[in-house]
């Protein structure tokens, strides 16, 4: 009991608070990894969950002997929502798929330097999962800088690993004037209804992003790139060739 009081005021030392887990669903079932979304609720009295998920945010869960950061997508009062892909071997997303619900975690918000972007063009880069960051961000740009125009490009294998594209899709209808949101489908045969639909099959080459990016002045655009190491570096690179500064070239957040 001792050592286990000790180990709650450690991680209450260092920013943690206690959480449950609240629900869990399946929400993409994925090519190669199913994607879940996992409501947690904060057990710490009369606290609210001070997490902006419209602000470039990673949020440390912790279950022992293993923490992760992740951005969360959704957050309501007391409780927060984590989309989640479950990797085969995943220590903490293996751990989250077989918890029962009222499992108890720790939770701290790690803050990142973020602003609004105050740019009129505005790149947004999800890979895969990484849609969990881009998302919010997207949703807090179009409500915050209403002049600014916006491209989003998702991309997967398969739409089987997309999550949240009716969600796009609406506020691509609601923002037709602002917001140009193209799917990416690498592994995906091509469908007569691709166009209309907005997908594309290319991967993302410089020649791609150019046919995005390559009017935009470099003095005026912001971008937020989300995805694996060397995704993210391949397309930062691209678009630092095509002029673009590389404090711009955001990996970690908008700013």
């Known amino acids: 009991m001792a050592i286990l009081m000790c180990h709650d005021m450690v991680l209450r030392s260092l920013g943690y608070r206690p959480c449950v ?4 669903e399946v929400v993409a079932e994925g090519s190669e990894f199913p994607v879940y979304l996992f409501w947690f609720q904060s057990t710490d009295s009369g606290s609210r ?9 990673s949020l440390s869960l912790n279950n022992g002997p293993v923490f992760r950061k992740y951005s969360p997508v959704a957050v ?4 927060f929502a984590l989309g989640v892909k479950i990797y085969k071997g995943g220590k903490m997303t ?9 499992q108890a975690l720790w939770w701290a918000p790690k803050p990142m330097k973020t602003r609004t972007t105050g740019c009129s063009n505005v790149g947004l880069i999800a890979m895969g999962i990484g849609i969990t960051a881009v998302l919010p961000v997207l949703e ?19 739409s089987q690993d997309e999550v949240w ?19 990416h489908l690498t592994r995906e045969a091509v469908k007569a209804t691709d166009s209309e639909e907005h997908i594309s ?5 410089p020649d791609v992003l150019a046919k995005y990016f390559a009017g935009w002045d470099p003095r005026d655009s912001a971008f937020q790139v989300v995805g694996s190491k060397s ?20 990996r970690k957040g908008l700013f």
Do not use: W
């Open 231 to 250: 995704q993210k570096r391949a397309v930062g690179r691209a678009l630092g060739e095509m002029g673009f500064k590389q404090d711009l070239v955001v």
């Open 201 to 205: 099959h290319d991967r993302l080459t």
């Open 94 to 102: 293996e751990f989250l798929r077989d918890a029962k619900i009222g």
């Open 140 to 158: 807090r740009e179009l409500s915050t800088n209403p002049t600014s125009k916006v491209v989003l490009l998702y991309c997967n294998r398969t």
């Open 76 to 79: 309501d009062g007391d409780r």
């Open 165 to 183: 594209v009716e969600k796009i899709k609406t506020l691509s209808e609601t923002h037709t004037d602002r917001l140009t949101f193209t799917r």
């Open 21 to 24: 887990l609240a629900s869990k």
């Open 49 to 57: 969950v001070c997490v902006d998920p419209g602000v470039s945010q």
